[in-house]
């Protein structure tokens, strides 16, 4: 079926890409609540785009430091990705 669909001009991208393809917490309607993993992560990427689109002179350097923050943080809660250790003074 696979070679069939590899030439098909809507479907062979997507069959092509298909052995590659990685999921992510980005799912919408999950409906999983404000302390839901997909809410969360949701929440900090529509942040970054909200500071750097809405006129509020954002950095995208900045933006994506806070996005990365937030992930490691909401992983971490659901035991996804180790914690990094505290910083110390």
């Known amino acids: 079926m696979r070679s069939l669909l590899l030439a098909d001009p809507l479907a062979g991208g997507f069959v ?3 052995p590659n393809a990685e999921s992510w917490y980005l799912a ?18 529509e942040d970054a785009v909200n500071a750097l689109t809405l006129g509020r002179g954002g950095d995208a350097a900045s933006a ?7 992930m490691t943080q909401v992983l971490s809660t659901y035991g996804l990705v180790s914690a ?4 110390t003074k």
Do not use: C, W
Not at 28 to 45: A, E, H, K, L, W
């Open 16 to 18: 092509k890409d298909a």
């Open 84 to 87: 990094p250790a505290p910083e």
């Open 28 to 45: 919408s309607r999950t409906f999983d609540g404000p302390t839901g993993i997909n809410s969360q992560v949701i929440g900090y990427y």
């Open 64 to 70: 994506l430091t806070t996005v990365a923050s937030g």
